[in-house]
């Protein structure tokens, strides 16, 4: 059942080794008295030695906060920065957005309608122009208007892994140079329904970038997501963001417990 939810094979094998050693501890007779178990044991696997703090995303407080955004085509991530943008936004904070993706046919003019929805500025340049020039007028014009929080789309697919790399160390190496300790985050999003697909993106990437954070979109119900708990298990990164809908509100802060929880009862009615 874990297997079929994505939870991923070397963490499945973990956790019956952990079930094996707790049901000898505890003396457990009865399979119903193993599910508050499983979803415990699932829990500690996630954190591992972390606390739940790694749930939270890293705001600065006096200063510009400079969010990365990576992510393939296809997974919601300028619907996911657009949701961001606008929950800082009623949280009265001053948001700035960078359209970093300037590949992509119409990626611009995407983050900029979710600008307008949200109420927040976008930074772009022309389309085919470079994420790292539109990126540094970004943080320059995030700097000048006073802004607690610059938020950057980048593209999410180039031709192969290597410009991929190249790209976003270019990025990155403009963004260290301006604000010596940022980006601050960087977020990876995901799509909930992908499955094992999920963790090699997250593999790629971590390998182009230093993620620190995942955003689990298209939880509506159909998507499985145990994958999660393998990316935060194998290879040690938190989500941080969870969206649910195509709504501008639909999108929370993760909580490892509810996830579990909620992944663990819906595999016992099915």
Same mark, same amino acid.
């Given at each position: 059942?874990?297997?079929?939810?994505?939870?991923? =094979? #070397?963490? =499945?094998?973990?956790?019956?080794?952990?079930? !094996?050693?707790?049901?000898?501890?505890?003396?457990?007779?009865?399979?119903?008295?193993?599910?508050? %178990?499983?979803? /415990?044991?699932?829990?500690?696997?996630?954190?591992?030695?972390?606390?739940?703090?790694?749930?939270?995303?890293?705001?600065?407080?006096?200063?510009?906060?400079?969010?990365?955004? =990576?992510?393939?085509?296809?997974?919601?991530?300028?619907?996911?920065?657009?949701?961001?943008?606008?929950?800082?936004?009623?949280?009265?904070?001053?948001?700035?957005?960078?359209?970093?993706?300037?590949?992509?046919?119409?990626?611009?003019?995407?983050?900029?309608?979710?600008?307008?929805?949200? /109420?927040?500025? %976008?930074?772009?340049?022309?389309?085919?122009?470079?994420?790292? &020039?539109?990126?540094?007028?970004?943080? !320059?014009?995030?700097?000048?208007?006073?802004?607690?929080?610059?938020?950057?789309?980048?593209?999410? !697919?180039?031709?192969?892994?290597?410009?991929? #790399?190249?790209?976003? /160390?270019? %990025?990155?190496?403009?963004?260290?140079?301006?604000?010596?300790? &940022?980006?601050?985050?960087?977020?990876?999003?995901?799509?909930?329904?992908?499955?094992?697909?999920? #963790?090699?993106?997250?593999? =790629?990437?971590? /390998?182009?970038?230093? %993620?620190?954070?995942?955003?689990?979109?298209?939880?509506?119900?159909?998507?499985?997501?145990?994958?999660?708990?393998?990316?935060?298990?194998?290879?040690?990164?938190?989500?941080?963001?969870?969206?649910?809908?195509?709504?501008?509100?639909?999108? !929370?802060?993760?909580?490892?417990?509810?996830?579990?929880?909620?992944?663990?009862?819906? #595999?016992?009615?099915?």
């Amino acid at each position: 059942m874990l297997i079929s939810s994505d939870v991923g =094979v #070397m963490t =499945v094998m973990d956790l019956i080794d952990e079930l !094996r050693l707790e049901v000898q501890r505890k003396n457990i007779k009865e399979t119903r008295e193993m599910t508050e %178990v499983i979803s /415990e044991k699932l829990v500690e696997i996630y954190y591992g030695e972390d606390d739940e703090e790694i749930e939270k995303i890293n705001y600065q407080n006096d200063d510009l906060t400079v969010i990365l955004v =990576v992510g393939v085509n296809g997974v919601g991530k300028t619907t996911s920065i657009g949701k961001l943008a606008h929950q800082l936004k009623s949280e009265n904070k001053h948001v700035v957005l960078a359209a970093g993706d300037t590949f992509r046919a119409g990626a611009i003019e995407q983050l900029e309608e979710w600008g307008k929805r949200a /109420e927040v500025d %976008v930074i772009k340049q022309s389309e085919g122009s470079d994420p790292a &020039a539109v990126i540094f007028d970004a943080i !320059r014009a995030a700097k000048s208007r006073n802004a607690d929080v610059l938020i950057c789309d980048t593209a999410g !697919r180039l031709q192969n892994k290597v410009n991929l #790399m190249n790209e976003l /160390e270019k %990025v990155n190496r403009i963004i260290t140079r301006e604000i010596p300790d &940022a980006p601050h985050e960087t977020l990876l999003v995901l799509d909930g329904t992908t499955g094992q697909n999920a #963790m090699n993106q997250a593999k =790629v990437f971590s /390998e182009a970038t230093n %993620v620190s954070g995942i955003v689990l979109t298209k939880l509506d119900g159909t998507a499985k997501g145990g994958i999660v708990i393998a990316i935060k298990h194998e290879l040690n990164i938190p989500v941080k963001l969870v969206g649910f809908g195509e709504g501008i509100d639909d999108l !929370r802060q993760f909580d490892a417990h509810a996830f579990v929880y909620g992944l663990f009862s819906d #595999m016992l009615e099915e």
